[in-house]
């Protein structure tokens, strides 16, 4: 059974730093594309960030470009969002995805196997 656990989101003011973690399991996560997406009240999900399965590529939506770091540690099955310059329009549900593709921009959801759950971030004025 393929497991994608988020955690760290949290209550965070304007120009404040956040770092989310994805632990995986179920899946040989080392050969994994894994991605971040977000999705606000009444919007579509929308792509955040990708690392293909060594971390050699990373991709990033246009908003989060400069700010935002996704990483991975494949000997923990742990993917990581670096998020800094917090802003308030950054507030959403992030979501874990993993896809066994090798790792591009596509922003689409289409590409994406497994889903996590999903952390709640929100960013005060």
């Known amino acids: 059974q393929v497991q994608l656990v988020e955690s760290g989101g949290r209550l965070v003011h304007e120009g404040g730093s956040l770092r989310l973690s994805c632990a995986a399991s179920g ?3 080392g ?3 894994m991605s971040w ?4 009240p009444g919007k579509e999900r929308e792509f955040v960030a990708a690392i293909n399965y060594n971390g050699g590529r990373r991709y ?41 593709g090798p790792g591009s921009s596509d922003e689409s959801t289409q590409r994406i ?13």
């Not at 997406?37 to 606000?40: D, I, L």
């Not at 990033?60 to 802003?87: A, C, H, P, Q, W």
């Open 27 to 29: 899946i040989t996560f």
């Open 31 to 33: 050969s994994w594309t």
């Open 37 to 40: 997406f977000r999705q606000a």
């Open 60 to 100: 990033y939506g246009d908003s989060v470009k400069g700010r935002f770091t996704i990483s991975r540690d494949n000997t923990k099955s742990t993917v990581y969002l670096e998020m800094v310059s917090l802003k308030p329009e950054d507030t959403a549900v992030y979501y874990c995805a993993a896809d066994r």
């Open 113 to 125: 196997d497994y889903w996590g759950q999903g952390t709640q971030v929100t960013v005060s004025s």
